[in-house]
């Protein structure tokens, strides 16, 4: 499934509220029937003898998703039961994110009617349940399964995964974040190779931006706030902030790098006028536009997910372009990407927990996911098989120039998931605000993010010793 990145609930979200979640609806073996593009089987699943000859176990799901994303998951429920007949699964579309970000998933777990599996695109928010110790620890029933192997993950996911020294979160797919540039404008401009550094990126956006006679912009190289760059955590993580240690408890914002990210954004202000990109950038559309401002040349170089390929082939198929990993500054993250992950979790309460991790473990694999993945070039967090993945040969290399830089950012130890923390939402919205006031209004950087870290240190508690 396609997922934006979402910031986690606030410690305030953690109170508990009396909403109803979604309504319920059970599929049985026929549901959700495959399309040519949803038939790739799976080579690895629960051993057969877990196929039990007893009792049907029956496990409540919910998921977040509607359209496209809805009918395939449908369809995975319904091949996993058709495989498993005593395995039924009733499931539960509730949006927003699974009930993370309004609360229902809390209220069913304060009600004690929770949930078995929740699947989410919100990871910070799931991090922040395992923190406040609403989700049930899974290494006691990982254990039970003989198909779980931890080696089978991408390392670059481990934060993720464990809280505290325990499981409690199991990555299915990523999205990653990568720079994409117009090859015929760079030829145009003279320009060899993309950029690898920040310094590298702004030159070449400098020699990529057109102006007309009468001074007005009409093409920008580069705008560091637009598409996937409006993630609030991106740039601070690529230039080498933390954000937070989780070790010490320690909010981490009143940083030299994350002061120099703010600075390098207000550089183009400054250079082009931010009025001016404000202006230029308001007839913008969507990535799923034909307005979207790289598919009309408006902008040589964009940072999006990998999905964006996806787009590109609907609205601009003629534009040829390339992607790269996002240029760092010295002493920042090179190579690198902050992650969009879907997680499994298992709210505290679950009645049947052990069912509910057969059934995620079974749809993590690749060949599962390999429709999905084939259409979006998203990356499955378990790597066990890469069978009915296209970008690969029989041999298991990647063909796909594209996927080769995809799997490269989904495997570096540079990558990551940043601002684990409870307030994570907050700090978002707030950097964002920071972001503004720098660009619109000359703020200083250092006195923004000073008294931001001072007021969320105050909510996340004491720095440990």
């Known amino acids: 499934m396609r997922t934006r990145k979402k910031v986690a609930i606030g410690a305030a979200t953690l109170v508990v509220v009396g909403l109803a979640a979604g309504t319920v609806a059970s599929y049985g073996a026929s549901a959700g029937k495959s399309s040519d593009s949803m038939k790739g089987e799976a080579s690895t699943a629960p051993s057969k003898t877990e196929k039990s000859s007893g009792a049907v176990h029956t496990i409540t799901y919910w ?30 579309y509730v949006p927003t994110d699974s009930g993370l970000s309004d609360g229902k998933l809390l209220a069913a777990i304060a009600g004690r009617n929770p949930p078995d599996l929740v699947i989410t695109n919100n990871y910070q928010g799931a991090y922040a349940l395992a923190e406040k110790g609403a989700l049930e620890p899974l290494d006691q029933y990982l254990k039970q399964l003989p198909n779980y192997k931890q080696s089978d993950y991408l390392k ?8 505290d020294g325990q499981t409690y979160l199991l990555p299915q797919d990523t999205n990653v974040e990568m720079l994409y540039y117009n090859e015929t404008m760079f030829q145009q401009a003279g320009i060899k190779q993309p950029p690898k550094t920040i310094a590298q990126l702004d030159a070449d956006a400098a020699k990529l931006t057109k102006m007309s006679p009468s001074g007005k912009l009409e093409r920008a190289g580069f705008i560091p706030w637009i598409e996937d760059g409006t ?28 002061v120099n990210t703010y600075k390098w954004m207000d550089t183009y202000a400054k250079k082009y006028g931010a009025t001016t990109l404000k202006s230029f950038t308001s007839g913008f559309g969507g990535a799923f536009t034909p307005s979207d401002e790289f598919f009309t040349g ?12 996806e787009a590109l082939k609907q609205y601009a198929p003629k534009i040829k372009y390339g992607v790269v990993p996002i240029p760092a500054p010295p002493g920042g993250r090179s190579d690198a990407t902050t992650f969009s992950t879907n997680v499994w979790l298992v709210p505290k309460g679950a009645k049947d927990p052990l069912d509910a991790l057969k059934f995620a473990l079974w749809g993590s694999q690749g060949p599962i996911l390999a429709s999905d993945i084939n259409q979006w070039r998203s990356v499955a967090v378990n790597q066990s098989s890469t069978a009915g993945i296209k970008f690969y040969n029989k041999k298991g290399q990647i063909t796909d120039p594209i996927y080769k830089t995809v799997m490269e950012l989904a495997q570096s130890p540079k990558s990551g998931s940043p601002a684990l923390t409870s307030v994570a939402e907050e700090m978002g919205n707030d950097l964002t605000s920071i972001e503004d006031e720098v660009i619109y209004n000359n703020a200083n950087p250092a006195t923004l993010l000073a008294q931001l870290q001072t007021k969320l240190q105050s909510e996340v508690g004491p720095v440990k010793k």
Not at 231 to 248: E, S
């Open 63 to 92: 998921y977040p998703w509607g359209g496209d994303s809805q009918k395939w998951d449908l369809w995975r429920i319904g091949k996993y039961q058709k495989e498993y007949p005593n395995e039924k699964i009733n499931a539960v």
């Open 231 to 258: 993630q609030p955590f991106l740039w601070g993580y690529i230039f080498g902030a933390n954000f937070y240690d989780p070790k010490t408890n320690k909010i981490e914002l009143d940083t030299p790098q994350l």
């Open 298 to 309: 408006k902008v040589a170089m964009v940072v999006n997910g990998n999905w964006f390929t």
């Open 156 to 163: 670059s996911f481990d934060s993720l995964m464990k809280y």
